[in-house]
């Protein structure tokens, strides 16, 4: 009887430590233990040998024995065929499915790069809200209350309390809260939004983008502001490209120029992207009018500086050759994908 117990404990013990993970060894298992010629069958005709008074208890054991490896065995074929279930579900051949790739907006590459030439020669980034006081905008720029220069840009204006204000027209109105706050060497580049309330088409609409640049510092001099144009040119356009400057008129500068650049198209010889002149507008610059220092609290008998404003849709235009406008608020995902290799 004894023994029969220490037989039963030493093979419950080996049939614990099997192991069960795939269907060969569950089938071994069970041909081992199970089977016609099994160990279980063999402990059950064991049973003969022993004397009657202990039959009874000797088949509960061997019976109870059966049931633990049928236990064992039910459990370790569910987790083996589920495994194998959840396989099949997977197809790994299937094709994956292609993560779509963004692109950046010609827009945000074209200013990132302005940025970076003028970040090269120390101008820092400033910005400034986009609905502005009349004085921002303009009054603190030189434009008399009734002077037709405010028409040159047809404003939104827009209510806020008892205050008119309007959605600044240009960048400049970043500058001069600069002016206002800092104090003299000035050297900042302000790139933003700004808006003019005109009908859309291929060559204007109601937003657009601009990066507008100051420098004021003592003895700043117009041979500056050329100087740093021209490197501004040749590191976008590259080295051969060329500016002149056109005389112009700004409230907010004096003298004022138009700059032009060599045409990046024919270098200047002369082609229908240029109209055959060779030059191509891409800013207004002066320098800055001594009433919008003193108006934004700098002393124009010691300090001078330079202005400069473009507009970003425009460098795009040149760059990319895009040449309706509309084109770059549209969102039309096949004119967007197509600056994917100018990352
Ligand atoms: N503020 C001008 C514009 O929006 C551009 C400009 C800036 C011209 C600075 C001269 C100097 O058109």
Request: glycine residues 6%; charged residues 30%.
């Amino acid at each position: 009887m004894i023994e029969l117990q220490n037989k039963i404990a030493e093979l419950a013990e080996e049939a614990k430590k099997a192991e069960l993970n795939d269907k060969a060894k569950l089938e071994e298992f069970r041909i081992k233990f199970l089977g016609s010629k099994g160990l279980v069958k063999q402990l059950f005709s064991e049973l003969k040998t022993v004397p009657n008074e202990n039959k009874r208890e000797a088949g509960q054991h061997i019976n109870s024995f059966k049931l633990f490896i049928e236990e064992l065995f039910e459990s370790a074929k569910d987790l083996v065929s589920e495994k194998s279930e959840k396989k099949e579900q997977i197809d790994f051949t299937r094709p994956g499915e292609a993560v779509l790739l963004g692109s950046r907006h010609p827009i945000s590459l074209v200013r990132e790069e302005i940025i970076a030439i003028f970040s090269k020669i120390g101008f820092v980034i400033s910005e400034g809200p986009e609905i502005e006081d009349d004085w921002h905008n303009f009054s603190a720029l030189n434009f008399p209350p009734e002077h037709p220069a405010r028409d040159m840009q047809d404003t939104f204006f827009v209510e806020k309390g008892e205050k008119e204000m309007a959605l600044r027209t240009h960048t400049s109105s970043v500058q001069v809260r600069i002016m206002e706050n800092q104090k003299p060497p000035i050297r900042t580049i302000s790139p933003g939004r700004v808006y003019r309330n005109e009908a859309i088409s291929a060559r204007a609409h109601c937003f657009f983008h601009q990066v507008e640049g100051l420098y004021i510092d003592k003895k700043v001099s117009f041979a500056d502001l050329k100087q740093t144009l021209l490197y501004f040119a040749k590191d976008l356009f590259g080295e051969k490209a060329q500016i002149r400057m056109r005389p112009s008129y700004f409230p907010f500068t004096e003298p004022s120029a138009e700059v032009d650049v060599s045409c990046t198209l024919c270098n200047g010889k002369g082609c229908n992207v240029c109209k055959y002149t060779g030059w191509l507008e891409i800013m207004g610059c002066g320098m800055v009018d001594p009433n919008v220092l003193e108006a934004c609290g700098i002393d124009s008998t010691i300090y001078s500086g330079f202005a400069f404003g473009m507009g970003v849709e425009r460098i795009a235009q040149l760059k990319y050759r895009v040449n309706d406008l509309r084109l770059y608020s549209e969102n039309d995902v096949r004119f967007l994908q197509q600056f994917k290799s100018a990352l």
